[in-house]
């Protein structure tokens, strides 16, 4: 079965990529999604005064949280679906993860919001873009479903 792997971080935007996929408009059916969410890494201060029981739960809320909406999009649509929660740097951890379960595609939402921008700070659309081995779906949300959740 094909594997699909959905990045998202909670957003309108994520959860326009979702929609994308249970409206069929591109991918082929028969698919498994994979629904991940990247926590950034603690810093060594941090881990310096806070148990990795406590890291480990932040980490875990954090990613059930981030991919609640998009997964009861895709269970709405009875498309199978897993969750991984992992940590570290967003777009590495979303391209090994995409070629440890060899996916057809990785399918993000974007925020569009210009290349300046993305220069200044950095796009993790963009870097999964730059050094993914499969093809990249980017998902821009229109102006409803941005207006329907905070980002």
Request: proline residues 4%.
């Amino acid at each position: 079965m094909p594997q699909i792997v959905l990045a998202t971080d909670g957003s309108a935007f994520s959860d326009a990529a979702a929609r994308f996929i249970v409206d069929g408009k591109l991918l082929q059916s028969g698919f498994t999604v994979h629904v991940i969410h990247v926590s950034p890494d603690v810093t060594g201060q941090v881990r310096a005064f806070v148990s990795k029981e406590t890291i480990d739960a932040w980490h875990q809320e954090a990613s059930e949280k981030a991919m609640a909406s998009v997964c009861e999009i895709l269970g709405a649509a009875n498309l199978p679906f897993e969750r991984h929660a992992l940590h570290g740097f967003a777009p590495e951890r979303i391209v090994a993860y995409a070629k440890s379960v060899n996916a057809g595609a990785i399918v993000m939402g974007t925020h569009g919001r210009g290349s300046f921008f993305d220069a200044v700070i950095g796009s993790v659309a963009g870097r999964v873009l730059a050094q993914a081995e499969c093809p990249v779906v980017m998902v821009k949300a229109g102006k409803a479903e941005k207006a329907d959740k905070p980002a």
